[in-house]
């Protein structure tokens, strides 16, 4: 408007001057003053010309300018000439170059400062989980090094009382190891009794046996004493014949036979004589005979009784030998045990000094330990206070980069894409592959700049920021989008898919796109659905492979209702936690198990607390990629279907990339040793049926003919 205010002027000075000029000469003014008057017209025109051009050349700068204005700096001001207004043009450009140089290097540098910040922000949440996991140790340390004090205390004064019983025992054992030296002495002694008594007994065994035998000696004679006397007594009987024969032939000789007949008398008499001594003599043998049987049956009875005797005092003795030997060894175990004893009263005294300094040292450790949990917590809060500041750190680079984006610098359209994930997540592996394509299908025109570790905020902050056209995209898990609209939830219903290819083929058709296209609704636009995984369970009590195994667990979940009562109806006990406290939940038995899918099962390092995984695959989680709609609005359409061919490219590479990870995953964890389980396809139909009561509840506020529409196409696709 100053521009033409300024023309108008110039035209109607220019006017003026020639009416005055005219009308000088038509009343025959000074010729003086018309020369002036000519020379102030020549100069007005000269002047407007000059302005007038440099006119257009500011109208040109101000043109350029205004798009600087709007963050573009890749303008150049254009001078065709060496005036004044080209000097500044040059001045502007230089700066504008100057100002793209300094950008240039301030985004590299935010580029390089986010991507430190974010691993910072790795390595302080790691280190912060580690410094939780040794504070609560220590914690633990803490409480036991002060039962352990009081357990010292308690032994130190037990082993009082043990002291006093070892001296008493050793006392004791001292005054069993005199007596049974005692015993000892005494049985040797008996042993020595015994053997004399042995050798007297032998003796008298050997006499006997020689008066036994002298008695049947004695016995054989008097049978021979017996045999004389019946001789003498045959002897007289055949005198007394004799002497009657004599008689007889005396009588018969008369007075010559007298003599002989004397003589027979005589012979009789003595034949008498002798049979009546043979009488008495074989009376007298005959009881010698019955004394001596009745001594020899003596003698042998004594004889047996004497060999008994012998035999059973050799057994004494060798029972005294075994009983001086068993006391020999019982004395010397008993030096033992007295010189043990001993031991066990020195070493018990010892044990009871170090057990007070124990005690001691545990009080000073107590204390020490204390102060060591104490200062650990404290430190646990400073790292979490680093933590905490990385991420602020990560957040401000990330809000660095935003605010350059706000300026042109270069011919390159970039797009941005932020996510929670860290760059080891399968969803950073699919953001490079889309980055990768988008480069090489537009020449360079485009290029990818990911955000991931929650650099631009958490998953809803992107979300937000997506609605307002503040970021391009975002790859969130679809349950997320349920706070916009419950039909997002679909896809938590338990075992809706039997596996990855049913999912394919559903999120990949016509439902899937159905699903996308209702993101509009909220201001945004769905480029793709890809794989986040199938949820299975972990508990570290016992192997799941029945419905049974389930009751009673402690599972805990998200803050999730419906997948709360999933839970609820598999007879188990649903625990919500944030995610951030599930791993110093189940180290201190809090809770039983969790479920989440096997990716984050093995990056989290669950094994070490949990035991058991069961590829339970109750419940299919997609990611989904969307793009802002203001922001989509302003894309090319060309563009824009180069971009949805990437998109899905780098979705396919996510799925692929987890399904590789989910097998190696699997191998690692059973190396590790973990027990993995499967469920028979008997007990899943009898879990199925236990979970039914879920889709009832939850299929009007989803809305029953999405829910229809859903189980008629997974219907279709397993007919196929």
């Not at 040797?188 to 035998?213: A, F, H, R, W």
């Not at 004497?306 to 060894?329: M, Q």
């Not at 680079?397 to 994930?421: P, Y």
């Not at 199938?534 to 419906?562: A, W």
Request: proline letters at 2%; aromatic letters at 6%; hydrophobic letters at 40%.
């Amino acid at each position: 408007m100053q521009k033409n205010y300024l023309k108008v002027f110039l035209a109607v000075s220019v006017v003026l001057l020639i009416v005055l000029l005219i009308r000088m000469i038509i009343f025959n003014s000074n010729l003086c003053n018309i020369i002036i008057a000519f020379l102030v017209l020549v100069l007005y025109l000269i002047s407007f010309i000059t302005l007038n051009r440099a006119a257009k050349s500011l109208k040109t700068v101000c043109k350029q300018v205004s798009n600087i204005k709007g963050g573009d700096l890749t303008v150049t001001i254009e001078s065709r000439s060496n005036d004044e207004l080209s000097m500044i043009g040059n001045s502007i450009n230089i700066m504008l170059e100057n100002l793209r140089n300094l950008l240039s290097l301030i985004n590299d540098e935010a580029e390089e400062m986010s991507k430190k910040s974010v691993e910072f922000a790795s390595v302080s949440d790691e280190t912060n989980r580690g410094i939780k996991v040794i504070s609560a140790t220590i914690s633990e340390i803490a409480a036991g090094s002060q039962e352990t004090g009081g357990m010292a205390v308690e032994a130190a004064n037990k082993n009082s009382q043990v002291f006093e019983l070892a001296e008493n025992t050793a006392e004791e054992s001292k005054k069993v190891l005199e007596s049974t030296r005692n015993v000892l002495q005494s049985a040797k002694e008996g042993q020595m009794l015994i053997e004399e008594s042995v050798l007297v007994i032998n003796d008298i065994s050997n006499v006997t046996d020689n008066n036994t035998k002298l008695g049947n000696e004695l016995k054989d004679k008097s049978t021979e004493v017996n045999g004389i006397v019946d001789l003498i007594n045959s002897i007289s009987d055949q005198t007394n014949l004799l002497a009657l024969n004599a008689a007889i032939e005396a009588a018969r000789a008369g007075e010559h036979g007298k003599g002989f007949a004397v003589v027979a008398e005589e012979v009789r008499q003595l034949s008498n004589q002798s049979q009546q001594a043979a009488k008495r003599i074989s009376k007298i043998i005959e009881g010698m005979l019955l004394d001596t049987s009745q001594v020899v049956k003596a003698f042998e009875i004594m004889s047996k009784s004497t060999v008994s005797g012998v035999d059973t005092i050799n057994k004494a003795k060798c029972n005294f030998e075994s009983i001086v030997n068993s006391i020999e060894k019982s004395r010397e175990k008993l030096q033992q045990v007295v010189t043990h004893a001993n031991n066990q009263s020195k070493a018990t005294n010892d044990l009871m000094s170090t057990v007070h300094n124990v005690a001691a040292i545990a009080e000073e450790s107590s204390a020490s330990t204390q102060t060591v949990s104490e200062n650990s917590e404290q430190i646990s809060k400073s790292v979490a206070s680093i933590a905490g500041n990385a991420k602020k750190l990560s957040n401000m680079a990330g809000n660095l980069e935003q605010a350059l984006f706000k300026f042109k610098f270069s011919n390159v359209r970039t797009l941005r894409v932020g996510f929670e994930m860290t760059n080891n997540s399968i969803c950073y592996a699919g953001m490079e592959r889309f980055g990768q394509a988008l480069e090489k299908r537009t020449n360079g025109r485009y290029k990818l700049k990911i955000y991931h570790s929650a650099q631009l905020g958490t998953g809803m902050d992107m979300i937000e920021m997506l609605g307002k056209g503040t970021l391009e995209m975002t790859y969130p898990s679809f349950s997320t989008l349920a706070c916009f609209d419950k039909r997002f939830m679909i896809f938590d219903f338990p075992f809706i898919f039997k596996n990855e290819y049913i999912a394919d083929k559903v999120l990949n058709g016509t439902f899937g796109r159905k699903l996308l296209d209702m993101l509009e609704e909220y201001g945004f636009y769905g480029l793709a659905f890809a794989e986040n995984g199938f949820r299975d369970t972990t508990n570290s009590v016992r192997p799941i492979t029945k419905l049974e195994d389930i009751k009673g667990l402690r599972i805990r979940t998200m803050e999730n209702d419906l997948h709360i009562d999933t839970w609820k109806y598999l007879g188990a006990e649903p625990v919500p936690l944030p995610y951030a406290k599930l791993y110093n939940a189940m180290r201190k038995k809090e809770i039983d198990g969790q479920e989440n899918p096997v990716t984050a099962i093995y990056g989290d390092r669950f094994d070490e607390v949990q035991k058991y995984l069961t590829l339970t695959h109750h419940v299919y989680s997609p990611f989904v990629l969307m793009y802002s709609k203001k922001l989509w609005d302003t894309v090319p359409e060309d563009d824009r279907k180069i971009i949805i061919e990437c998109a899905k490219e780098g979705a396919l590479y996510t799925t692929e990339v987890n399904r590789k990870r989910v097998d190696r995953c699997l191998s690692e964890l059973k190396s590790r040793g973990m027990k993995v389980d499967s469920i028979s396809p008997d007990e899943m139909l009898k879990i199925k049926d236990a979970v039914k009561p879920v889709v009832d509840k939850y299929k009007n506020e989803i809305g029953k003919e999405l829910v229809k529409e859903l189980f008629d196409q997974i219907k279709k696709v397993e007919g196929i």
